[in-house]
């Protein structure tokens, strides 16, 4: 008997304090929502969608860094070819190859920043009335406030 009582306050403990979480969803949209309780607007959240953001995307990372690879390739591939041209021939690989350069030390400045982690963003709510439109919002990494 004891053994059970035990397991029911045990499952209580559980279930309360699961059902008093929020989630990172709900803290934003609870942001939202007192940012306009004194508006006369309607605001839907169910297509809404909580992203993270980063100062530069991961996927935009990877990218620059795969490009970059390519551009290695492309140029190295260039100079080896250069010293066989005619003078004109090499002037205009060597413009070619001046500009990959170029693009070369871009995607390098990218691939220092390294993403981070700034913040949260709230997309894809709709105001409801006569002019329907779409509102996104920005939040810090605690979700404590709305940011621009």
């Known amino acids: 008997m004891r053994k059970i009582y035990y397991a029911f306050v045990l499952l209580s403990l559980v279930v309360i304090t699961s059902c008093g979480k929020k989630t990172d969803k709900d803290r934003a949209i609870a942001l939202v929502e007192s940012k306009y309780e004194n508006s006369n607007q309607e605001l839907n959240f169910n297509g ?4 993270s953001l980063y100062n530069i995307s991961p996927r935009a990372y990877a990218d620059s860094l ?8 492309t140029l190295a591939a260039l100079e080896s070819q250069i010293e066989h041209l ?7 690989v060597g413009l070619i ?6 693009e070369r030390y871009r995607l390098l400045d990218l691939a220092k920043m390294k993403p981070a ?10 105001v409801e009335g006569e002019k329907p439109e779409v509102l996104s919002f920005n939040f810090d990494k605690g979700i404590t406030k709305i940011v621009p």
Do not use: P, Y
């Open 48 to 51: 809404s969608r909580l992203d």
């Open 66 to 73: 795969k490009k970059g690879n390519e551009l290695d390739v």
């Open 86 to 92: 005619s003078q004109a021939e090499s002037d205009s």
């Open 97 to 102: 190859s001046a500009k990959l350069t170029e």
């Open 117 to 126: 982690f700034i913040g949260w963003k709230l997309s894809g709510v709709a």
